[in-house]
């Protein structure tokens, strides 16, 4: 269908642990971590957006795929927190990495799969040749109501895909993607509300779990595989116990799960959840191996993808940041610093 041929990840350097969040929030730390399986959550910084975050990751795909921007014909953004209700996000990006104006443009939003969406518009632009280069992106500085449990988990970070059409550059290609959609209210934010809401009853078993599920049984019924035919598996991650459950639910060890469990250190980016995860795969895989990938997106659906690493992946990893470096490279914030950092978003 395509391959990425550059990719790149952007986690901002600040966290706030759980425990420092529950102590705050007068709320048990224990009972926090057992019941959401987040040790820590990024944190943006006062001068970042999803945007500047996007920029990043975006240049740490171009430095992979070796090439100049000007390259790109197609700008695709997903994410929950655009700074702008009214003005592309998508834009400002390719005016910042260096775009020529003669691209496809269009910010994306589907609750925590809009970055995926956008991979999938630009697969497609690529695979009928619309454009030779496309770059996609899922990128969120994620909301939540303080003291809301979604607090513990809602995070920042970006991450970045060039998809082409020239197969002899291709690290990984794309052999299938397919979705699930229904209307299924787990989790929404009406207009001009600065948080989301969520119906607790229907964020596990008919929303995440039941979308996960069908995607994950459709694509790979669709081309015969088990989970023994995988050598990793990336789960939407909204917390660090529903992929950990999905994945022991739909036969998955938890081996084909580590590399791309970023949650428990990093929180839910939302747009950027399984792209983040997909990148930290990437890190570390080596060439002719098989990857799922799984998004969810509250109200609701879930996009999965099908990837397949080439000879090419090696030569690309050391290029750029790895996504573990942003991980591990940490700055831990005090309830009050966190506040102050929170009222600049």
């Not at 303080?146 to 920042?156: C, F, H, K, M, V």
């Not at 090696?314 to 009050?336: D, G, I, P």
Request: proline share 4%; with cysteine; glycine share 8%.
């Amino acid at each position: 269908m395509g391959g990425i041929v550059g990719y790149g990840a952007y986690i901002p350097r600040y966290r706030i642990t759980s425990d420092e969040l529950a102590h705050a929030r007068g709320s048990d730390p224990k009972k926090i971590k057992a019941s959401l399986g987040v040790e820590e959550k990024s944190v943006a910084g006062r001068d970042e957006d999803a945007i500047t975050m996007a920029v990043q990751a975006a240049k740490n795909a171009l430095k992979r795929a070796e090439m100049n921007a000007e390259s790109i014909g197609a700008v695709y953004v997903g994410s929950e927190s655009h700074p702008y209700a009214v003005k592309p996000s998508a834009t400002i990006i390719g005016q910042a990495l260096g775009l020529t104006d003669t691209y496809f443009s269009v910010d994306m939003e589907f609750a925590c799969k809009g970055g995926s969406a956008a991979f999938q518009a630009g697969l497609g632009l690529v695979a009928s040749n619309m454009t030779s280069h496309a770059l996609v992106i899922g990128s969120d500085t994620a909301q939540a109501e303080p003291g809301d449990i979604l607090e513990y988990s809602a995070a920042a970070g970006s991450a970045a895909f060039i998809l082409s059409n020239d197969n002899n550059a291709w690290c990984v290609t794309v052999e299938q993607t397919l979705s699930i959609s229904t209307d299924t209210p787990d989790f929404w934010r009406r207009s001009l509300q600065a948080y989301p809401q969520h119906a607790g009853r229907f964020t596990a078993k008919p929303a995440y779990f039941a979308h996960v599920a069908q995607s994950t049984k459709v694509l790979c019924d669709a081309h015969d595989i088990t989970p023994a035919d995988i050598d990793y598996v990336i789960f939407h991650q909204p917390n660090g116990k529903f992929p950990v459950l999905a994945g022991r639910m739909l036969g998955f060890s938890a081996e084909q799960l580590q590399a791309g469990l970023l949650s428990p250190q990093l929180g839910n980016p939302y747009t950027a959840n399984v792209l983040l995860g997909l990148t930290a795969v990437l890190d570390q895989a080596q060439p002719l191996q098989t990857i799922l990938m799984i998004t969810y997106g509250s109200g609701s659906g879930s996009d999965a993808f099908l990837l397949k690493t080439t000879e090419n992946i090696v030569a690309v990893q050391n290029k750029a940041k790895t996504t573990r470096e942003y991980l591990n490279n940490k700055t831990l914030l005090s309830f009050l610093e966190y506040q102050t950092l929170q009222k600049g978003h």
